[in-house]
């Protein structure tokens, strides 16, 4: 059920960004300018790029609630605990307190990133899209760049967390 909801989640968040593609070409990153047809493009569905954005403004913070929870629950209910259990039993694992050190930073930058990418999108929305089709895609572009940073990030965390059971498994085994 969860798992439905989260694929549900992701579906739509891949299908507001699809549906933003689509109507905004994308243009050689250096390009001086728009062409003509481009800003037309714009202006003429800037509402509907704007709706579009604004619903994955808001489904990007839930979705950004609920990963930061996750990410805090992992290290503070599961691989801190652990390390401190270890180091009190004088069985350190330095592959375990490295990688509770890496999943800590990268948490940090997860946490870093994503308010500045949600500082960027809100610039992007804010932006008149109707008068200044040019700055509006600028914008965009930057937002695109800055949501990258922060799927990187969940990315690496994910495979943070994904070593961390292997380690823990490893772990068992030497007990």
């Not at 800003?39 to 954005?53: A, G, Q, R, Y």
């Not at 990963?67 to 259990?85: A, S, W």
């Not at 800055?146 to 943070?160: A, E, I, N, T």
């Amino acid at each position: 059920m969860c798992y439905n909801m989260n694929m549900k989640k992701t579906v739509m968040i891949v299908g507001a960004l699809l549906m933003v593609g689509i109507l905004i070409k994308p243009i050689n990153v250096g390009a001086a300018e728009l062409s003509d047809k481009q800003k037309d493009s714009i202006v003429e569905h800037c509402d509907t790029i704007k709706e579009n954005l604004k619903s994955l403004q808001h489904r990007d913070s839930r979705v950004r609630v609920y990963l930061g929870r996750y990410y805090e629950i992992i290290l503070n209910k599961f691989i801190t605990p652990l390390n401190m259990r270890l180091v009190e039993n004088n069985l350190v694992d330095n592959k375990l307190m490295d990688n509770q050190n890496n999943f800590s930073k990268m948490r940090t930058n997860f946490i870093i990133d994503y308010v500045e990418y949600q500082k960027t999108l809100e610039d992007l929305v804010a932006t008149d899209c109707k008068n200044e089709p040019t700055k509006f895609y600028e914008r965009l572009e930057n937002v695109r760049l800055k949501r990258g940073v922060v799927s990187r990030d969940v990315s690496k965390l994910r495979k943070l967390a994904g070593e961390q059971m292997d380690l823990v498994d490893a772990l068992k085994g030497t007990l």
